[in-house]
């Protein structure tokens, strides 16, 4: 069975550094050809895609955060993380894992349930 | 980046009647390999999204008929032919075309 689960600091400070990881099971991050994304979804608004780690270690950045974004893998551990830097209260969200299988390219076909990530002081 | 816009951003549908959600995109969804990557999410409140079609049309596994896409190159469609009330909630597009991946502002769905 596929999983993803979301997981770090619930409560950051302003101007912190905010690490998230995603934990998958059912499925290898090297041997399946399986990407994953991170996206996030202030409170009440839309969905954002922030990045995506490729099978091959090749990584995809959204524009507007491209500075404040790292992603990356260890898939001894089957996890995928993320970093992003100097959090701002406007970084408020949920912040989702979404895995993509590479060989028939179908984005974000399953989900993690997610974390709510609040930024203040 | 490409620019996804969805209308109506609000629907307010009766049980039983047809929907029909927009979605827009500022360039060409055809990737090199003559695919279109245009995808449908649907999200209901409390819950993580749920991809419900891929590639324009194709529905995932477990998506009830009464939901179907369509459309080519930059305008495309999400039609339910009969709302349930398991439907409401939020419709995203995104599409998986250019880097980076970019979504709609999304349609929310509700019973009237």
């Known amino acids: 069975q596929v999983t993803l689960k979301e997981s770090g600091p619930v409560l950051v400070k302003p101007t912190e550094t905010l690490t998230l990881t995603c934990t998958v099971s059912?499925?290898?991050?090297?041997?399946?050809?399986?990407?994953v994304s991170w996206i996030r979804q202030p409170p009440g608004k839309a969905l954002e895609w922030l990045a995506h780690?490729?099978?091959?270690?090749?990584?995809a950045y959204t524009t507007s955060l491209k500075s404040r974004l790292t992603i990356s893998k260890d898939t001894s551990k089957s996890q995928v993380v993320l970093t992003m830097t100097n959090m701002d209260p406007v970084d408020t969200g949920t912040y989702y894992c979404?895995?993509?299988?590479?060989?028939?390219?179908?984005?974000?076909?399953?989900w993690g349930q997610g974390i709510m990530v609040t930024v203040s002081s | 980046d490409v620019v996804m816009t969805q209308s109506p951003l609000s629907l307010p549908v009766t049980l039983g009647q047809a929907a029909s959600i927009s979605c827009r995109s500022s360039?060409?969804?055809?990737?090199?390999?003559?695919?279109?990557?245009l995808n449908w999410f649907h999200q209901r409140p409390g819950q993580s999204p749920r991809r419900l079609i891929y590639?324009?049309?194709i529905r995932d596994s477990g998506v009830p008929d009464r939901f179907s896409g369509s459309g080519s190159g930059t305008d495309f469609t999400l039609k339910i032919s009969r709302v349930e009330a398991e439907d409401v909630g939020v419709y995203y597009c995104?599409?998986?075309?250019?880097?980076?991946?970019?979504f709609g502002q999304g349609t929310k769905v509700e019973i009237k």
């Open positions: 979404a895995r993509t299988p590479e060989t028939t390219w179908e984005p974000l076909d399953w």
């Open positions: 059912g499925f290898s991050l090297d041997n399946d050809r399986m990407g």
């Open positions: 780690i490729f099978s091959s270690y090749e990584k």
């Open positions: 360039q060409s969804l055809v990737y090199s390999d003559g695919n279109t990557y």
């Open positions: 590639e324009v049309s």
């Open positions: 995104m599409q998986g075309t250019h880097w980076p991946w970019t």
